[in-house]
């Protein structure tokens, strides 16, 4: 370049008034970098260089050779699915609600959402087994003739499923209502729902649907775990999806409503496709949460190789049996759903600025 | 189709929203509420399509109550001051949801959207997303959603109240012409009294959840009811009279340089404004230390040769006394 340009260019290069000097901003910038390298790349580089310094063919034999591993492995994608489903209807319900609606108790319950995050996963592990474990609430109970008492939760589910078909078939006009739809839909849910919770819990009695006698392990068992893990992941959703409401306001839902949209048809069409990305956000953080979850899980899982041990756990334990290579063939994986949470977060993330752009 | 409302009260927590509101809409009108912010026109305007419930008093679409019926069952087209397009979906979409929810099949809702996007002057365009459009095509494609399943009542809140003032003069006069074509009932919410008296053919001001007037355009601004529909619908000089205040409007008053009869007021030219075909002209009054606003035609104030600081003579042609000013 030649010395009269370059003399140039720093003349008119314009200097921002609240410029740092040079020496503040390099040395953040080479704290940050130190940091980072020192405390996450290192110790992730770590983990597979451990994983693989037997070379591939072992690697690969650490992870499908040992039962238990596989059965860990097997066990935390078994758990991760009803995890995931329990919380995004919790989280769009909770969400809906409270951006949408005003009721008391509204703050109360923004920050009971959080209450998972803030609590020890140890002592939400031990909630649990206070309330499901043999010495627990529900202990006795369930050791004596727990599958018995499924009829119950069961037809509480039938319950909730019916009140929401109710409310969708419903006609919403008033006129359009005939006969037993004209009724008071509060009476029909708590006078219905009544009915059909008693009916159920007798029919499944009647048809032996659950042997009695037979106890039911919540505590040392893959219910306990399904429990923790989708507590601990609660807030996921909701967290996501509450400022996303938020910021997209109700009027484009008043706009459906007023074009003739049923509120089923609002949710589909509008509510729904707008958090969108917040949803599948907030499903990829719960999914790896779920996935690493150690403390609750170990408290009720009772640590039971073959039976009762996630990944999370597996790894504890191949560390503890002084099988490194397998700890950290185990520990690659979870590293690995962790870095393709991060990639897909971040083109969520490009891609949420692109729509924003206005260009779809 | 007619539109009453009779006797509706609305309180949002202690705020009275509504205070006993009755409004008639005659079939095929095009009514403005005209009002300060907060005075419930906005409320109004909900409650009649249905997305605000009042705490008491009908609505009638015709003659039939709707007070309890749900918005979407009132077949009313509402249109949003910020548009409330859906984003995700495409202009054609956006503008045939009302036909898709009610199961209108596809090729003959194709054909309705074709119709309404050389309506709004958007042909070739429905493939494109809201993000796309400009504020004023966003309108448009606001008001051809809310049309496109062919509403009994057309409601509008603020409809231009985002838009440049370029824009907006646009759009005012192709709304107008559009409610000359399609003569659907129409009632929009403004504060903008200039908007309400060029688009509308009724206006109704209201103030603090109470209607103060309504009537066409030229009854509420010659026979304003009461001082504030004075005030609110521009600007306006309140002199000392005998015993009581009076309102006269700055284009009913002149400027003399000699003292005039009964009335005159002695004042000092602060200020002058020559732009537009009246001249605004601000004095002081001599004797008590009152601004007045004085509009006078080009050609006068070039007769008269005014200057800043001249002392001249004011006196109202036409003044207003109202009851219920006191203050």
């Given at each position: 370049?030649?010395?009269?340009?370059?003399?140039?260019r720093?003349?008119?290069?314009?200097?921002?008034?609240?410029?740092?000097?040079?020496?503040?901003?390099?040395?953040?910038?080479?704290?940050?970098?130190?940091?980072?390298?020192?405390?996450?790349?290192?110790?992730?580089?770590?983990?597979?260089?451990?994983?693989?310094?037997?070379?591939?063919?072992?690697?690969?034999?650490?992870?499908?050779?040992?039962?238990?591993?596989?059965?860990a492995?097997?066990?935390?994608?078994?758990?991760?699915?009803?995890?995931?489903?329990?919380?995004?209807?919790?989280?769009?319900?909770?969400?809906?609600?409270?951006?949408?609606?005003?009721?008391?108790?509204?703050?109360?319950?923004?920050?009971?959402i959080?209450?998972?995050?803030?609590?020890?996963?140890?002592?939400?592990?031990?909630?649990?087994?206070?309330?499901?474990?043999?010495?627990?609430?529900?202990?006795?109970?369930?050791?004596?003739?727990?599958?018995?008492?499924?009829?119950?939760?069961?037809?509480?589910?039938?319950?909730?499923?019916?009140?929401?078909?109710?409310?969708?078939?419903?006609?919403?006009?008033?006129?359009?209502?005939?006969?037993?739809?004209?009724?008071?839909?509060a009476?029909?849910?708590?006078?219905?729902?009544?009915?059909?919770?008693?009916?159920a819990?007798?029919?499944?009695?009647?048809?032996?649907?659950?042997?009695?006698?037979?106890?039911?392990?919540?505590?040392?068992?893959?219910?306990?775990?399904?429990?923790?893990?989708?507590?601990?992941?609660?807030?996921?959703?909701?967290?996501?999806?509450?400022?996303?409401?938020?910021?997209?306001?109700?009027?484009?839902?008043?706009?459906?409503?007023?074009?003739?949209a049923?509120?089923?048809?609002?949710?589909?069409?509008?509510?729904?496709?707008?958090?969108?990305?917040?949803?599948?956000?907030?499903?990829?953080?719960?999914?790896?949460?779920?996935?690493?979850?150690?403390?609750?899980?170990?408290?009720?899982?009772?640590?039971?190789?073959?039976?009762?041990?996630?990944?999370?756990?597996?790894?504890?334990?191949?560390f503890?049996?002084y099988?490194?290579?397998?700890?950290?063939?185990?520990a690659?994986?979870?590293t690995?759903?962790?870095?393709?949470?991060?990639?897909?977060?971040?083109?969520?993330?490009?891609?949420?600025?692109?729509r924003?752009?206005?260009?779809? | 189709?007619?539109?009453?409302?009779?006797?509706?009260?609305?309180?949002?927590?202690?705020?009275?929203?509504?205070?006993?509101?009755?409004?008639?809409?005659?079939?095929?009108?095009?009514?403005?509420?005209?009002?300060?912010?907060?005075?419930?026109?906005?409320t109004?305007?909900?409650?009649?399509?249905?997305?605000?419930?009042?705490?008491?008093g009908?609505?009638?679409?015709?003659?039939?109550?709707?007070?309890?019926?749900?918005?979407?069952?009132?077949?009313?087209?509402?249109?949003?001051?910020?548009?409330?397009?859906?984003?995700?979906?495409?202009?054609?979409?956006?503008?045939?949801?009302?036909?898709?929810?009610?199961?209108?099949?596809?090729?003959?809702?194709?054909?309705?959207?074709?119709?309404?996007?050389?309506?709004?002057?958007?042909?070739?365009?429905?493939?494109?997303?809201?993000?796309?459009?400009?504020?004023?095509?966003?309108?448009?494609?606001?008001?051809?959603?809310?049309?496109?399943?062919?509403?009994?009542?057309?409601?509008?809140?603020?409809?231009?109240?985002?838009?440049?003032?370029?824009?907006?003069?646009?759009?005012?006069?192709?709304l107008?012409?559009?409610?000359?074509?399609?003569?659907?009932?129409?009632?929009?919410?403004?504060?903008?009294?200039?908007?309400a008296?060029?688009?509308?053919?009724?206006?109704v001001?209201?103030?603090?959840?109470?209607?103060?007037?309504?009537?066409?355009?030229?009854?509420?601004?010659?026979?304003?009811?009461?001082?504030?529909?004075?005030?609110?619908?521009?600007?306006?000089?309140?002199?000392?009279?005998?015993?009581?205040?009076?309102?006269?409007?700055?284009?009913?008053?002149?400027?003399?340089?000699?003292?005039?009869?009964?009335?005159?007021?002695?004042?000092?030219?602060?200020?002058?404004?020559?732009?537009?075909?009246?001249?605004?002209?601000?004095?002081?009054?001599?004797?008590?230390?009152?601004?007045?606003?004085?509009?006078?035609?080009?050609?006068?104030?070039?007769?008269?040769?005014?200057?800043?600081?001249?002392?001249?003579?004011?006196s109202?042609?036409?003044?207003?006394?109202?009851?219920?000013?006191?203050?």
């Amino acid at each position: 370049m030649p010395a009269e340009t370059k003399k140039l260019r720093v003349e008119i290069r314009p200097r921002p008034a609240r410029e740092d000097p040079p020496w503040v901003r390099r040395l953040a910038i080479a704290a940050t970098l130190a940091i980072v390298a020192l405390l996450i790349v290192i110790p992730v580089v770590n983990v597979f260089s451990e994983a693989l310094a037997d070379g591939i063919g072992a690697y690969w034999a650490n992870l499908t050779r040992d039962d238990d591993t596989l059965h860990a492995i097997k066990l935390t994608f078994t758990v991760l699915p009803f995890a995931l489903v329990l919380n995004v209807l919790f989280g769009v319900a909770a969400a809906y609600a409270i951006s949408r609606f005003e009721f008391p108790g509204r703050a109360v319950l923004t920050a009971l959402i959080d209450l998972p995050f803030s609590v020890s996963p140890v002592v939400t592990g031990l909630m649990f087994v206070l309330i499901f474990g043999l010495q627990g609430y529900l202990g006795p109970a369930l050791r004596d003739d727990g599958h018995a008492l499924l009829a119950y939760p069961v037809a509480l589910l039938l319950v909730a499923v019916l009140a929401v078909a109710y409310a969708i078939v419903r006609p919403r006009n008033r006129r359009a209502r005939r006969g037993l739809w004209k009724l008071h839909p509060a009476l029909v849910v708590a006078g219905g729902g009544a009915a059909v919770f008693a009916l159920a819990v007798a029919a499944q009695r009647a048809l032996g649907v659950w042997p009695s006698g037979k106890s039911l392990e919540v505590i040392f068992a893959v219910p306990g775990l399904i429990l923790v893990t989708s507590f601990v992941t609660a807030p996921f959703v909701a967290r996501e999806l509450i400022p996303v409401m938020d910021a997209i306001g109700p009027e484009e839902e008043l706009a459906a409503v007023s074009l003739g949209a049923s509120g089923w048809q609002m949710f589909w069409h509008v509510t729904l496709p707008n958090v969108k990305w917040g949803l599948v956000y907030g499903v990829i953080l719960c999914t790896a949460r779920a996935m690493g979850e150690f403390g609750a899980a170990y408290v009720v899982s009772g640590h039971i190789a073959g039976q009762t041990d996630t990944m999370p756990l597996r790894i504890e334990k191949l560390f503890q049996e002084y099988n490194l290579p397998g700890s950290f063939a185990v520990a690659s994986l979870l590293t690995l759903v962790a870095l393709a949470t991060l990639v897909v977060k971040a083109r969520l993330g490009r891609e949420q600025a692109r729509r924003a752009k206005g260009t779809p | 189709m007619t539109i009453s409302v009779s006797h509706v009260v609305k309180r949002f927590g202690d705020f009275l929203a509504l205070d006993d509101v009755s409004l008639e809409v005659p079939d095929g009108a095009l009514l403005a509420l005209l009002g300060p912010s907060g005075c419930g026109k906005t409320t109004l305007l909900r409650i009649i399509a249905g997305l605000e419930v009042a705490d008491a008093g009908r609505v009638l679409h015709h003659a039939e109550d709707v007070t309890h019926d749900a918005a979407q069952d009132r077949n009313v087209g509402f249109v949003f001051q910020h548009y409330a397009l859906f984003r995700h979906m495409t202009i054609a979409d956006n503008i045939g949801y009302g036909l898709r929810v009610r199961g209108v099949g596809d090729r003959e809702r194709a054909a309705r959207v074709d119709e309404l996007l050389h309506l709004i002057r958007l042909d070739g365009h429905g493939d494109r997303y809201p993000s796309q459009l400009s504020g004023g095509q966003r309108q448009r494609v606001a008001l051809a959603r809310a049309l496109a399943a062919r509403p009994r009542v057309l409601l509008l809140d603020e409809p231009f109240g985002a838009l440049d003032a370029k824009v907006r003069q646009e759009l005012r006069r192709w709304l107008r012409r559009l409610h000359e074509e399609i003569h659907v009932t129409s009632v929009f919410v403004t504060h903008d009294q200039e908007e309400a008296f060029e688009v509308a053919d009724r206006v109704v001001v209201m103030n603090r959840g109470r209607i103060e007037q309504a009537g066409t355009p030229a009854d509420v601004f010659e026979q304003p009811a009461n001082a504030f529909v004075m005030d609110f619908l521009g600007n306006v000089n309140r002199l000392p009279g005998r015993g009581e205040t009076v309102f006269v409007r700055p284009h009913e008053m002149k400027i003399a340089r000699e003292r005039g009869g009964d009335g005159s007021l002695a004042a000092t030219i602060v200020h002058v404004n020559p732009t537009g075909p009246m001249v605004k002209v601000q004095l002081r009054a001599v004797d008590h230390d009152a601004l007045i606003d004085v509009e006078v035609p080009a050609e006068s104030f070039a007769e008269l040769a005014l200057a800043h600081g001249d002392t001249v003579h004011v006196s109202p042609r036409r003044v207003r006394v109202f009851a219920d000013a006191a203050s």
